[in-house]
């Protein structure tokens, strides 16, 4: 689970072009959207995409998209629990 | 002098609801709605959704979709007139982008295949097919553009400047909208349901629509609506999002209204924005509620019926209100069966007579571009009023250019040098001195305009911030719309970046000052071709008296690897150049560090006799040569053989002998050279020199003397730069 925190993290920052920050800047259970990160409605649209490019998750719908991004530990939370299982 | 009245004497429409009048007529009374499958072109694997296409129509295939509808649409508004117009004003955002996105796919790489790439080549088809020799202005606010068309040209007959106006919009269908709104999550899978419960988005479709507007005291014959009143705001809030309290929204209304010289209560119905998205819907209504209080005026939204047809709609729904108005008919809004009772806006679910005396049309966009119209029967009786002052001088309070050579120092140590400016600036170089944070999600044309902004109000620190934004580019954000077509290409059209679509519309970037600025008055972007920049300067010499504070005219286009080549017929591709120039201006001339006068415009100059009325305009050959110290002219490469001839009868007639220079072979052949050569003029009337470098000839004091541009090719225009 860390380990998909963090790339989470990393992932999030280069597509969002945070280029003033670190990944341990975004802490566990900092607000994602509307507080000091400053992400606003693109940014929650380009981790939709983020998602179902690369962990093949989807949200289709504002709801449920407000309580994903709630923070980036509700995030990986839900790419945890919803990507796609690779059968050995 | 009292105002010349606009009536509005002739329509024409190509929708999904109908072509011609005829036809939307019906569909307006049976409440037809005109959306369909796509079949333009592919959608995703992941599904289609409903959409607006123009069908059971076969348009002239040698030319981009876009230009087929406007010609359409123009030739049905001319119909009854035949005369050519005298001008045109046309709003668009894709311009010829259907067609390069289909070249682009099949790997087309013959520039001459992308000449009708540009927004602005659209109008110039136009006037070229119509006969126009007079002004032709295109305009790129988003969703509001069309109906900023119409604004534009009420004041062109206001202030005597024309008699009839060709104005409206025009988009066609393309990947980028289709698609764009999609990653944008904007789209209603059942097709768009204005102020429904349930509302899910928008439809995107395509349409022209053109109305031709004649100035008169009285109703002319034919005449069958009057253009009242128009008024346009911006939200600087967000580049993509409402204001959510609808504040620009109700500006644009107010304004609207009290250019009408009318209040609230006049109004008999209101065709709203209403797209369908639960923002834009939830904001209008908000503003309709602060706005009107209680009773509100019938009112509904023709994007079900219609599909949003981005820069056509204000001009489609301009024809839909004046149709309104003749037929006594109030349209509706069929698909909201079940308002949202949250809104507290019922529309008009069945259209039904009623006699009409006024109606306000309103159109919202990207970028925070707010437009309000407002139509009434031309048998009102309306107040007397003053015609607008055009303003014939700007004062300008500081300016600043991007060149190849950096900033604007560097730039004008170039010139004393008479070493070429033309080039590419790093954009490590154009950024330098911006925070980081402020430049996110910006590509290279957006952060040239954020440089250019910052430098040219820093220049006049203790000025305020200005309060209207003015801007022109020829092509727009360039590497945005590139990329995003790429990352479509490379995901079989199912992933793009929705930062990509949002700052490739056109305006993105008057959007983007507007928040630096907090800019929430006039805000307009023009997209011509070689005079993009010009336009943005005569369309703010219109605007400004209007405005309280200060306006930021801005001309900037980049030089993008893979596109500006194609789509730009001046663009050299072995030597690249872009950047740009910004001007602060007002009307007091105190603390100016010169004036600018715009003083003449016209495109489409194919006759000789234009060159004569550019003299005229400039008080005649005495005055010039009493003025002017210099001449400085822009020629774009490939239209030297109108230029050259064009140059020749000027300096025949005018007999003026000093220092003419081709300001091209220093700024680089790039679309908005000439706001370059304009913060250079300034800078230079401002030290009383024109270096030897730039003349070929010794130093020259400019002894009081100003510098004349002259625009010469397709359209010609003469401003004046003075102490």
New interface residues.
């Given amino acids: 689970m860390d380990k998909l925190v963090q790339e989470l993290k990393e992932k999030i920052i280069a597509t969002?072009?945070?280029?003033?920050l670190k990944s341990t800047d975004i802490g566990d259970h900092d607000p994602l959207v509307g507080g000091e990160l400053?992400l606003?409605?693109?940014d929650v649209?380009?981790m939709?995409?983020l998602l179902?490019?690369e962990y093949g998750v989807l949200i289709d719908s504002?709801e449920l998209g407000v309580e994903v991004f709630q923070t980036i530990t509700t995030l990986a939370e839900h790419v945890q629990k919803n990507r796609p299982q690779v059968s050995a | 002098m009292s105002a010349r009245r606009a009536f509005i004497t002739g329509l024409g429409i190509v929708s999904p609801a109908g072509r011609g009048c005829a036809q939307v007529l019906q569909s307006l009374q049976a409440g037809t709605i005109g959306l369909g499958p796509l079949t333009l072109f592919a959608p995703s694997s992941k599904g289609a959704y409903p959409v607006g296409e123009v069908v059971d129509w076969a348009p002239d295939a040698t030319v981009p979709r876009t230009h087929a509808l406007a010609l359409e649409a123009a030739t049905q508004a001319l119909a009854d007139d035949g005369r050519p117009p005298e001008a045109i004003v046309l709003g668009a955002t894709t311009g010829g982008l259907p067609l390069t996105e289909q070249l682009l796919r099949e790997g087309v790489r013959d520039p001459a295949r992308y000449c009708r790439h540009g927004t602005g080549t659209v109008a110039t088809y136009l006037a070229e097919r119509l006969g126009c020799t007079g002004p032709v202005y295109t305009v790129s606010t988003a969703c509001s553009s069309g109906a900023l068309a119409l604004k534009i040209a009420l004041e062109l007959i206001r202030s005597g400047q024309v008699s009839r106006v060709l104005a409206g919009g025009a988009d066609a269908l393309c990947r980028l909208t289709y698609f764009g709104f999609g990653m944008l999550q904007l789209i209603d899978p059942s097709g768009a349901r204005p102020f429904h419960r349930d509302r899910a988005g928008m439809s995107v479709g395509e349409a022209a629509a053109m109305l031709l507007l004649q100035a008169a005291d009285l109703p002319p014959p034919g005449a069958q609506a009057e253009l009242l009143g128009g008024g346009f705001t911006c939200d600087a809030y967000h580049p993509a999002a409402p204001h959510p309290e609808g504040r620009g929204a109700q500006r644009a209304m107010e304004a609207a209204l009290a250019d009408a010289r009318v209040g609230p209560r006049a109004v008999s119905y209101v065709n709203l924005h209403g797209t369908g998205t639960p923002d834009n819907d939830a904001a209008e209504a908000r503003a309709i509620h602060q706005l009107f209080g209680s009773p509100l005026p019938p009112l509904s939204s023709s994007k079900d019926a219609f599909s949003h047809s981005l820069a056509a709609s204000g001009a489609v729904e301009a024809v839909i209100s004046t149709l309104a108005l003749v037929n006594g008919l109030v349209p509706a809004t069929p698909s909201c069966q079940q308002p949202d009772p949250d809104l507290g806006i019922e529309p008009v679910l069945r259209a039904k007579p009623a006699d009409l005396e006024l109606v306000l049309s309103n159109s919202f966009g990207f970028g925070g571009n707010n437009v309000s119209l407002v139509f009434g029967r031309p048998d009102r009786k309306a107040p007397a009023r003053a015609a607008p002052a055009a303003v014939k001088k700007l004062a300008v309070l500081g300016s600043a250019c991007i060149t190849g050579a950096g900033h604007t120092a560097a730039s004008l140590v170039g010139l004393k040098q008479g070493t070429s400016l033309g080039g590419v600036c790093p954009l490590a170089e154009v950024t330098a001195g911006l925070p980081a944070r402020q430049l996110r999600r910006m590509k290279r044309l957006p952060k040239l305009a954020t440089a250019l902004g910052s430098r040219c109000c820093a220049e006049a620190e203790w000025a305020p911030p200005p309060a209207a934004i003015f801007v022109g580019t020829a092509y727009g954000s360039l590497s945005e719309t590139a990329d995003f077509l790429d990352a479509l290409d490379d995901s079989q059209q199912e992933f793009a970046s929705p930062t990509d679509f949002v700052g490739s519309v056109h305006n993105a970037v008057a959007g983007q000052l507007a928040i630096r600025f907090q800019a929430t008055g006039a805000n307009l972007t023009a997209t011509g071709e070689d005079d993009a920049f010009e336009q943005a300067l005569f369309l703010a010499g219109q605007f400004l008296p209007s405005q309280e504070g200060l306006g930021l005219v801005l001309g900037v286009d980049e030089a993008h690897p893979l596109l500006t080549p194609l789509v730009d017929p001046n663009a050299l591709a072995d030597r690249p150049a872009d950047g740009g120039g910004a001007l602060l201006v007002g009307l007091a001339e105190e603390r100016a560090v010169a004036t600018l006068a715009p003083i003449f415009f016209a495109a489409s100059a194919t006759e000789p006799e234009q060159v004569d009325s550019l003299l005229a305009a400039l008080g005649g050959s005495e005055r010039i040569k009493e003025r002017f110290a210099a001449v400085l002219v822009g020629m774009p490469i490939s239209r030297r053989s109108a230029a050259r001839p064009q140059l020749a009868r000027f300096l025949a007639a005018s007999e003026f002998d000093g220092p003419v220079i081709d300001y091209r072979q220093f700024t680089g052949e790039f679309a908005t050279a000439a706001a370059i050569a304009s913060v250079l003029a300034v800078a230079l009337v401002g030290e009383g020199l024109l270096p030897s470098g730039l003349s070929g000839r010794a130093d020259l004091a400019l002894a009081g003397k100003g510098i004349l541009l002259l625009g010469l090719g397709a359209s010609l225009s003469a401003i004046e730069v003075c102490a």
């Fill in positions: 969002l072009d945070l280029v003033d400053g606003d409605s693109i649209l380009e939709v995409i179902e490019k504002k």
